[in-house]
């Protein structure tokens, strides 16, 4: 869900009228939509193509970046803050990283996008987890016939 957010976003900020990018600047959780399948992104009246002074919601707001591509990646780091379940340690990451110093800061929603792909390491493939239940199955249950024929 994240990555697809973040796909629409950097889809709006490479977007140019003019020469000039253009930013959403009110990035939260209720202008996210789900319809037909899909996210939305909504409520495009503050999208501009110039950086303007404390425009958008201020609990989703940078207040150094609004109007520009940082402040919507700021934006996106605080749903990401908002709809993680506590205690998930990289999503708070990927949150802090994108609400964060701007130095450390995604400089686009696309590079945070790639950020919060997982890496292979981190799950077990549909087929290998599958594949795991099974062994652990049938383990158990051969486990109350006295042995493990596996």
Known sequence: MVERLCSIVHALNETQIDGKRCTHSDIKPS???YQDGELVLGDLSLVS???REHVGTTDYMDPNWSGTVLGDVYGLGKVLEAITV???KRIKRLGERACGDTERRFKSAEEFRRACKPSRRSYLSPTWLGALCAIVFL???NAGRGGADV
């Open 31 to 33: 202008n996210i939509f």
């Open 49 to 51: 193509q110039a950086a």
């Open 86 to 88: 506590p205690g998930n």
């Open 139 to 141: 383990l158990w249950h």
